[in-house]
Structure formats: structure tokens, C-alpha cells
């Protein structure tokens, strides 16, 4: 018999409607296959991704340069979709291939002399950060990764560590390896107050938790489209406009000039995030991520954000019920949309379950990420097959 449902306890976060979470189901192809539980690694993709392909290669099958006039209105929707969804002011967010490619152009905007050189992050963050400050070790940069000493950020070592010498605060917004959150306003009220600058990571939050980077007074924000946003293959960064204005990047491309698009010698640096361009842009990316976008947008952040507490709450639930060992944080404020379970074995029974087709994700712990697709039905029967996996 399964444990009683949380659900009903009347402080535990709500769902969706069953009407509404079932019309944005059917837009899903492959939630009719499987118990899809990955959102966290790649998110699953809308149906309406299928006009958009075929009418790219209607374009390309008959070539036309004009068209890249359309592509250039589709690739600054979706930024400017991205921009409203993370409280942004239009014009203040670019796109690119990855997130990786954006913060090495964000990163080279520095001259990384002594006494100011410091990058503090965490050692909770995605391998990326590491990997790119310590490539720019070589202009200088001193990379200073702070140990979280458990599956929390630990907020109080992060802000012991930044002072006058800090330059660079890159934090993620929840980690990907236990979904553990960070006090953003703390950490951006300390980086400010001694000068340095503030740089989140929310390629595992934004499609799934509110974020308002105006609110929040945050200098730099990446994310991408392939997790919580539905999309694939592109990714996006917001500057604060007032700071873009001060930040030259010495990784750009020709888009990023104030005459780009006349084809003509740029004499400057292109107005808002534009200056963080690269060159030619890959709109198909763009063009199929606004579908999932578009679906996010009409259920809204705030509706989707209660249906992730509480299928994460079920999780939790069944998962003490079954003396399963929780790694990611309980408390609803300090996880993101990911559960991090700890069992024997777990790679062995990740392939198992997705061979039953129950799809989650291993990263040192089995990850299992619902998303507002997914149902506590699904959870319910995820769990269950878990439990006979291991045993209990």
C-alpha cells in the first residue's frame, strides 16, 4: 500500500488542475512512452517543434537571403521571451550555442590584476566554471572554489570569502549535482558591497523556479533551453543593462557591432546584450525552444513552481517511507525541482528503471526531476518500481 499522500495536507504545495495538466500534456509526444522524470539532464520537447522543423526546411529547400530578416525577429522573440521570464527588461538578454561559449565571452570582458583577481564559487557548481576560470588563470584570474562540506551550499563560507579581492561571484542558482538552492539576495548584497560582481549559473532553475533578476539587483544570469525550458540547443545570458554598457568582450564576433546588420565596418559595440553576440547566429535552435517556452509562459512560473513542490514532496515522502536516503535539501525553500536519492548501486538501477521506462538520470546519485508535465501518478509508480528494485 502506498504512503498516504502528502497532497493532503493542506501546507503542502498544490498541483495543476487535472484539465489544464492534461491538455499541457498532450502537447508531449513522449510522455506516451515512458515515466519521464529527466527534466533536470534534458527536458522533453512539444509537438509544436515539428512545424517549426518542417518550415526550416521549406526555407532551406528553396533559399532565400531575405529570410534571415525572419530569423532575426525569431531569435530576438525567444531572447526577449527569456528576458520576461526572468523579470529582464527587453533588449537586456543574447542567445548562443551553449552556456559554456557565454560565459568565456562574459569572462574575457576582465583584466584580472592584483589586487582585485578573485573568482569565488562553489564546489557544488557545474564543471564548467572551474574548468573556464582556470583556463584564464593565465591572464591573471585566481580561482577560489569554496566547499559546500555536504549536499548544501554552504552560504556562510561563500560570503566569508568574498571581499576587496573578489572580482567575480559565480554561483549556480541550485546545484545540479543535489538540486540544493542559494541565498541569492545575501550573496549578491555581500559581492555588492564590496565590489565585486555577481554571476549566476540558472541553467538548473529557470523554467522551474521564479527567478527576478531585476528584483534581485544580479549582474550576470546564464541559463539554457534543454532542461526546464522545453527546447533544445541554445542557450542565453542576461547583463544588467547599466553594467553591459561598462563591459567589453575581447571573445566576440561580428554581430556584436553597432553596424552589424548593414554589413558595414562596425565603429562600436552594439547596444545592450547585442555586444555579447557572436558571430553568424544558429536561429533552428531559437525558432523550436519558443514552442516550450510559449507553454511555460501560459501556465506561469509561480503555478509551475507549486506543481514542482509538490511532486518533489511526494518524492520525499515515499522516499523516507522506503528508508531511501535523500541527498538533495528537504526544506521547500533551499531545493530546486530535482531529488537526489542515495542507493547502492545506482547506476546499475538508473539503466534498470529507464529499461522499464522509467527515465531519470545518475550524477553520483539517481536524480529524478518532475517536471509540469508530470503527475504524482507517475511519481507514485516511479517509486514503487524503485522500491522492487531495491528490495524493499
Not at 47 to 74: F, I, K, M, N, S
Not at 216 to 232: E, I, N, S, Y
Not at 282 to 311: E, F, K, M, N
Request: some cysteine; hydrophobic content about 45%; charged content about 20%.
Amino acid at each position: 500500500m502506498n504512503p498516504p499522500d502528502p497532497a493532503a495536507d493542506e501546507d503542502t504545495p498544490r498541483c495543476l488542475d487535472a484539465a489544464t495538466q492534461a491538455a499541457l500534456r498532450a502537447e508531449f509526444p513522449l510522455l506516451q512512452t515512458c515515466v519521464y522524470l529527466n527534466s533536470n539532464s534534458t527536458g522533453a520537447v512539444p509537438r509544436g517543434a515539428e512545424g517549426v522543423l518542417t518550415g526550416y526546411w521549406e526555407t532551406l529547400r528553396g533559399w532565400r537571403d531575405d529570410v534571415w530578416q525572419d530569423w532575426h525577429v525569431g531569435l530576438d522573440r525567444y531572447a526577449d521571451s527569456v528576458a520576461a521570464l526572468i523579470g529582464a527588461p527587453p533588449g537586456s538578454v543574447v542567445t548562443d550555442a551553449n552556456l559554456s561559449t557565454l560565459l568565456a565571452r562574459v569572462a574575457s570582458c576582465f583584466d584580472y590584476r592584483a589586487p582585485r583577481d578573485r573568482v569565488v564559487t562553489t564546489d557544488l557548481e557545474y564543471p564548467t566554471v572551474p574548468f573556464i576560470f582556470s583556463a584564464f588563470g593565465r591572464y591573471g584570474a585566481r580561482l577560489d572554489v569554496v566547499s559546500s562540506g555536504g549536499p548544501g551550499i554552504d552560504d556562510d563560507a561563500l560570503e566569508a570569502r568574498i571581499d576587496e579581492r573578489t572580482l567575480l561571484v559565480c554561483v549556480p542558482h541550485a546545484s545540479f549535482s543535489t538540486g540544493a538552492t542559494v541565498d541569492l539576495p545575501r550573496l549578491v548584497r555581500r559581492a555588492h558591497d564590496v565590489g565585486a560582481l555577481v554571476v549566476v549559473d540558472a541553467f538548473q532553475t529557470v523554467g522551474v523556479m521564479p527567478l527576478d533578476v531585476t528584483a534581485l539587483g544580479v549582474d550576470v544570469v546564464l541559463g539554457g533551453a534543454h532542461k526546464w525550458l522545453c527546447g533544445v540547443g541554445t542557450a542565453f545570458l542576461y547583463v544588467r543593462p547599466d553594467l553591459a554598457t561598462r563591459l567589453e568582450p575581447a571573445a566576440t564576433g561580428w554581430q556584436a557591432g553597432d553596424r552589424a546588420l548593414t554589413f558595414q565596418p562596425s565603429t562600436g559595440w552594439a547596444a545592450g546584450a547585442r555586444r555579447f553576440a557572436g558571430g553568424t547566429p544558429y536561429p533552428l535552435t531559437s525558432l523550436i525552444s519558443q514552442v516550450g517556452l510559449d507553454l511555460l509562459a501560459g501556465v506561469g512560473i509561480a503555478a509551475i513552481r507549486r506543481h514542482s513542490l509538490a511532486c518533489t514532496s511526494r518524492i520525499l515522502h515515499r522516499a523516507a517511507a522506503a528508508g531511501v536516503d535523500v541527498v538533495s535539501p528537504v526544506e521547500p525553500d533551499r531545493r530546486g525541482g530535482v531529488v537526489c536519492l542515495d542507493v547502492a548501486d545506482g547506476e546499475a538501477v538508473k539503466r534498470r528503471l529507464v529499461a522499464r521506462g522509467l527515465v531519470c538520470s545518475w550524477r553520483g546519485h539517481l536524480r529524478v526531476a518532475p517536471h509540469v508535465y508530470n503527475t504524482l501518478e507517475e511519481i507514485d509508480f516511479f517509486m514503487d518500481a524503485l522500491e522492487e528494485e531495491l528490495g524493499r
